[in-house]
């Protein structure tokens, strides 16, 4: 399966401020997918970024709130932009395993508080 | 994207066989069924899919009924670790996003 670092595992931010969070992969892959938990939740899609185009967002979700770069098959950052309390919540990056069928791949996650 | 029913909690003892339900009655004859489960904390962790086969793999079984519409994940000898949430997911082949519904909160006691 494919690897994934995220980082950082872990912020506190004042409210205002934007944080960018980095998704490395070990291996290349065509879609990165981003999710927010927030707490006590399931897992929402943000959106899909595929490597040399824009992300697709789901409904709710906005790119100037949510920037996503896709600078190469192995990299991605999100960014959580003008944060508030309300963006306090667990960001996940994932992968499609090589091959598709296998599963997907999920970081570890980031669990960000506003303050 | 097929929706998925789950019961929200359950209970087994460390020991015992877990058996996990979950009701995807609108699945179209494209569309896997996924299992992932979350450890408090963690990210999702694949567990095991199928299209109408049932499947088994060195963590778990996923028994799929004839005409598809559920499914049941089972756990042969729950431990205390298998506690988590468990994911049920649809998804049809070729369309690559994966949509969680609310899972269901397995409690593995002594």
């Known amino acids: 399966s494919a690897v994934i670092s995220q980082k950082p595992s872990r912020d506190i931010c004042q409210r205002g401020t934007s944080l960018t969070i980095q998704c490395q992969v070990d291996?290349?892959?065509?879609?990165m997918f981003w999710y927010r938990q927030q707490p006590g939740q399931s897992l929402t899609l943000i959106a899909t970024?595929?490597?040399?185009?824009?992300?697709?967002?789901e409904s709710g979700f906005v790119i100037d709130k949510f920037p996503i770069s896709r600078p190469n098959l192995t990299f991605s950052t999100l960014t959580v932009s003008n944060m508030s309390p309300e963006d306090s919540s667990i960001y996940l990056c994932?992968?499609?395993?090589?091959?598709?069928?296998?599963?997907?791949?999920f970081g570890s996650g980031t669990r960000l508080t506003v303050v | 994207d097929a929706k998925t029913t789950q019961p929200t909690s359950m209970d087994c003892a460390e020991g015992r066989a877990a058996n996990l339900p979950c009701n995807h009655s609108t699945i179209s004859g494209n569309e896997y069924v996924y299992w992932y489960r979350q450890i408090h904390s963690q990210g999702p962790q694949y567990i095991i899919h199928?299209?109408?086969n049932n499947e088994t793999n060195e963590m778990a079984s996923l028994i799929i009924t004839e005409d598809r519409k559920s499914s049941t994940l089972i756990l042969p000898h729950a431990t205390l670790r298998d506690t988590a949430v468990y994911y049920c997911?649809?998804?049809?082949?070729?369309?690559?996003?994966?949509?969680f519904g609310t899972g269901t909160r397995l409690l593995v006691s002594p």
């Open positions: 970024a595929n490597q040399g185009s824009e992300a697709t967002y």
């Open positions: 994932s992968v499609e395993d090589a091959g598709g069928a296998s599963g997907y791949t």
């Open positions: 199928g299209l109408k």
């Open positions: 997911i649809v998804r049809p082949t070729g369309f690559q996003k994966l949509v």
């Open positions: 291996s290349q892959v065509t879609m």
